[in-house]
C-alpha cells in the first residue's frame, strides 16, 4: 500500500546519501595519500642538499691504491729528474767558476799594464784557491799565503765552489797538480804564459789559457777524451 511505497523511497534515499557520503570519504582518502607521497620543498631541498653532499665526499675522496699508485709515479720521476738537476747545477757551478778565473787574469792583466808593474796569479791546488796581488804583495803571498791584509786593495782572492776543483797547471817549467801554480802578466802585457784545467764531480772540465806573448786569456771546454 502506501505506506510501504514511502518507507522504500525512504530506504532508496538514504541509500543514496550514504553513498555519496561514502564517495566523498573515499575521495578524500585518495586525496590524503597523495599528499602523503609528496614532500614538502623544505625536505625536498634538504635531501638534494644531502645527496649532493654525499656524491661530493664519494668522488673527492681517494683510496689507498689510488694513493700508492701517485706515490710511486712521484718516486719514478724523482729518480730521472733529480740527478739531472744535481747534474746541471755541478756543470753550471764549473762554467761560472771558469769564467770568473779567465775574467780574474784579464783584470791582472789589465792591471799589470795600467800601473805599469807585475801582477801575479797564484793557484792553490790544494786549497781550491786563486790569489790575485801586485808585484809587491805577490812574493809574500807565496811564501806566506795566510799573510793576513796587507795591501787588500791590490789583492783579489776568489774560493772555487763545492765539487769543483784546479786539476793542475801546466807552465814551461812543467805540469803541477799540487801546491802553487803562478801565472806573472808583465807591465808590456805579456805573460809567463799557461794553462789551468778544472773539473767537477760528473768529470767535466774547462781550460783557460794565457798566451805568453800577447797575455790574451781563452776559455774553453774540454772533451773527455783528452
Given at each position: ?33 597523495e599528499?602523503?607521497?609528496i ?9 638534494h ?39 746541471s ?10 769564467k ?14 795600467s ?24 812574493q ?8 793576513g ?12 765552489p ?27 802585457g ?26 790574451t786569456v ?5 772533451s773527455?777524451?783528452?
Amino acid at each position: 500500500g502506501p505506506r510501504e511505497v514511502k518507507a522504500k523511497t525512504r530506504i532508496l534515499s538514504t541509500g543514496k546519501i550514504l553513498g555519496r557520503q561514502a564517495n566523498r570519504v573515499k575521495k578524500m582518502n585518495v586525496e590524503v595519500s597523495e599528499d602523503s607521497d609528496i614532500e614538502r620543498p623544505g625536505k625536498r631541498r634538504l635531501r638534494h642538499r644531502m645527496e649532493n653532499k654525499d656524491e661530493r665526499s664519494i668522488s673527492s675522496g681517494f683510496t689507498l691504491i689510488e694513493l700508492l699508485v701517485v706515490l710511486v709515479i712521484i718516486s719514478i720521476m724523482a729518480a730521472f729528474v733529480v740527478p739531472r738537476i744535481a747534474g746541471s747545477m755541478s756543470n753550471t757551478n764549473l762554467r761560472t767558476a771558469s769564467k770568473k778565473i779567465a775574467a780574474s787574469l784579464r783584470y791582472a792583466r789589465s792591471q799589470a799594464i795600467s800601473e805599469s808593474r807585475m801582477y801575479v796569479a797564484l793557484f792553490d791546488l790544494d786549497k781550491n784557491r786563486m790569489t790575485i796581488r801586485g808585484d809587491q804583495t805577490a812574493q809574500k803571498e807565496e811564501e806566506k799565503d795566510d799573510g793576513g791584509d796587507r795591501d787588500s786593495r791590490q789583492t783579489k782572492r776568489y774560493e772555487l765552489p763545492e765539487k769543483v776543483r784546479l786539476e793542475k797547471g801546466i807552465s814551461t817549467d812543467g805540469e803541477i797538480v799540487s801546491g802553487i801554480f803562478k801565472i806573472i802578466f808583465f807591465s808590456t802585457g805579456g805573460s809567463s804564459g799557461g794553462e789551468l784545467f778544472l773539473n767537477n764531480d760528473r768529470g767535466n772540465r774547462y781550460e783557460v789559457k794565457v798566451d805568453f806573448i800577447t797575455g790574451t786569456v781563452r776559455l774553453g771546454a774540454v772533451s773527455s777524451e783528452q
